[in-house]
């Protein structure tokens, strides 16, 4: 895990590697080539996981000198390629997968790519076409940002590093700051929340010919976002994903340095934890590491303990601290280049950070099951849509019960909305009558109407938008669900915030759930694996029985690295929440309704409505703003 950058046509500037050398503290490297469309610069700073000598150093250029890589992320297959390749009569200098990844490129070209099992994002120069090639892995689990300015195009591993080029602009680009602020979602389109900044896409490559007087670039997908459709029984199925994962844990468990795994005490991670306990050498230590608080509503210390218990971890636990959130949130802030959606994030972070202090340097993470498996309870409502277009009015009674019993869900809205449809007249009028009446709503506050920010949304959602700019399928069910939140949506969020706090304290984070043959095979599942009654994941919860505790494998609650932020936002942190929403109102006046902004927080730190994450994202969108200098 590393970071990168490289320019084309931009003067060099080798303050923009060591800008991140948080994400590279073990080596640097700097060259720059000529070119007829101008300088090229490669950068690049290296946290050394696979051959820690410097034979790993980059960039690094094949003996001819034609071709130099940069490279961030870890090829997990590079010992198989090494062999592949060693039979077309490549020969090797170092164990290194850049290497490997090096003299792939040499052998098959743009089409290595579909040989790669691992994350990553990196570039090479063909000095004899002129030619910059770079690629991102098919998820986006590595970053890697694009920026077109005057007379160059420059790439980078974050967005601070492109701050200042020539044709810079420093103001905020208010349609994805609109989805950010009413929906909490960010990096659902290639576009960023800096107006002239995107991203690669994961699966997406680009080329930059330097041929002529001023570069050209192409961008275009290298990897599909598409599902197969297997037809499997839950026994097959759970089988097959077991053997998946497992396999994928063992590529995932390869290291010359320390490795452990955060622990949530969720399926996901506790997953990742019990197979690493089976598939580690004898003898080898397995550390956890994991975020606990006093209040017990978010609290999932007992899971880990049952965890841990069951594998012999050596745990490590960390409390995050109210006041902290504030203290540090500039510093967060800054490494995740963009605002983040809630407090959780603060809460990742003390866990990498602990796991600095513990001496890991390699961590495994549950990130991605969610998004396939259909993890988040919002699934249900497409389930049950599902359901009643099918008239199952059996499963439908039976998910209502079950998520009532396992969530505390009411029961009354679905009944209405999903049963009382599909019922003779007479019988649903007459239940309707049994049933309690609707819950009065919270009053609406148009908050998010400023002069500036009105037109900016788009009117199917964010949702929608990044369906769309793939080309998936619309969501009409469980499975289109996972499909846009996998390659569209919430993964490739989540995946953003983990990079930057891991790579902040200069850990590698990897997550096996997102080995390309795992992923395709759980988008290809029917609904019935992984939505069933009051149940998620359900083929995760199979294929765990017997490797997970009991208490694990049942449990039904979604939390994940959550913080107590109702109890700390209406507490000890009360008026700092009001000083940071009276922060964002002056900075960005043009963004807001002040008078229906200030009635919202209030409704919510009085306690006439539910805490969201809402208040948080207009407090760190002020933060964001002051610490990049981000205008309108």
């Not at 090494?82 to 090797?92: A, M």
């Not at 790519?113 to 910059?132: N, V």
């Not at 063992?250 to 306990?277: F, Q, T």
């Not at 590698?508 to 694996?529: C, I, K, M, T």
Request: aromatic share 10%; net charge neutral; with cysteine.
């Amino acid at each position: 895990m590393c970071g990168l950058y490289a320019s084309v046509g931009f003067e060099p500037d080798e303050q923009r590697i060591d800008i991140i050398r948080h994400r590279g503290p073990d080596g640097r490297g700097w060259e720059v080539t000529p070119s007829p469309s101008g300088p090229v610069a490669l950068g690049h700073r290296r946290l050394a996981i696979i051959d820690v000598s410097d034979a790993g150093l980059q960039p690094m250029s094949d003996i001819s000198g034609r071709y130099k890589l940069i490279f961030n992320g870890e090829i997990y297959n590079y010992i198989e390629l090494r062999e592949e390749l060693r039979t077309k009569g490549e020969i090797f200098h170092t164990e290194s997968d850049s290497e490997v990844l090096l003299r792939s490129y040499m052998v098959w070209g743009f089409d290595c790519l579909h040989k790669l099992r691992g994350m990553f994002a990196f570039l090479i120069w063909d000095e004899r076409e002129k030619l910059l090639f770079a690629a991102r892995d098919r998820f986006g689990i590595k970053p890697l940002y694009v920026f077109e300015g005057t007379g160059g195009f420059a790439f980078a591993s974050e967005i601070k590093q492109l701050v200042g080029l020539k044709g810079w602009s420093g103001r905020m680009n208010v349609a994805r700051v609109h989805d950010f602020l009413s929906a909490g979602v960010s990096d659902h389109t290639a576009e960023t929340m800096f107006e002239g900044v995107r991203q690669l896409r994961g699966g997406e490559q680009a080329i930059v010919r330097a041929d002529g007087p001023v570069p050209r670039a192409e961008i275009r997908r290298w990897y599909p976002a598409t599902a197969g459709d297997l037809h499997l029984t839950e026994s097959e199925a759970s089988a097959r994903f077991r053997d998946l994962l497992d396999a994928s844990v063992r590529l995932h468990l390869r290291s010359d340095v320390s490795i452990g795994s955060c622990l949530s005490g969720g399926l996901d991670s506790s997953a990742i934890v019990c197979l690493m306990a089976r598939d580690l050498p004898p003898g080898t230590a397995l550390n956890t590491v994991s975020a606990c608080y006093p209040n017990k509503e978010v609290d999932e210390k007992p899971f880990m303990d049952a965890v841990v218990g069951r594998t012999g971890a050596t745990p490590h636990f960390v409390y995050p601290r109210a006041d902290d959130v504030f203290d540090r949130a500039a510093e967060i802030t800054w490494h995740q280049d963009e605002p983040f959606g809630s407090s959780s994030i603060f809460a990742q972070w003390c866990v990498f950070e602990e796991a600095r202090k513990a001496g890991i340097k390699v961590m495994l993470d549950g990130q991605g099951a969610d998004e396939q498996l259909a993890g988040y309870h919002g699934a249900f409502g497409y389930h049950l849509v599902a359901l009643r277009q099918q008239r199952k009015i059996g499963q439908i009674v039976r998910t209502i019960i079950e998520r009532r019993r396992y969530h505390g869900a009411p029961m009354s809205p679905p009944v209405r909305e999903h049963v009382l449809p599909l019922l003779p007249a007479g019988l649903a009028s007459w239940i309707g009558t049994k049933l309690p009446p609707p819950v009065p709503q919270p009053p609406y506050y148009d908050w998010l109407s400023g002069p500036l920010i009105r037109a900016a949304g788009n009117p199917q959602g964010p949702l929608a938008l990044a369906t769309a700019s793939l080309d998936l399928p619309p969501i009409i069910d469980v499975r289109t669900l996972c499909l846009t939140l996998t390659y569209a949506s919430n993964l490739q969020m989540l995946l953003h915030w983990e990079d930057r706090n891991s790579m902040a304290h200069s850990i590698e984070a990897r997550v096996p759930f997102l080995d390309h043959p795992l992923v395709e095979f759980n988008l290809a599942l029917g609904n019935r694996h992984k939505v069933v009654g009051g149940d998620t994941k359900r083929v995760l919860r199979r294929a765990m029985d017997g490797v997970l505790p009991s208490t694990v494998r049942h449990r039904r609650d979604k939390l994940g690295f959550s913080t107590p932020e109702e109890a700390w936002f209406r507490g000890p942190l009360r008026e700092r929440v009001v000083a940071g929403i009276e922060a964002s109102l002056t900075r960005y006046p043009d963004l807001f309704d002040p008078a229906a902004t200030r009635a919202l927080a209030s409704d919510m730190l009085e306690g006439r409505r539910a805490v969201d994450f809402t208040l948080w994202r207009i407090v760190n969108l002020g933060i964001w703003g002051e610490k990049f200098n981000v205008t309108v």
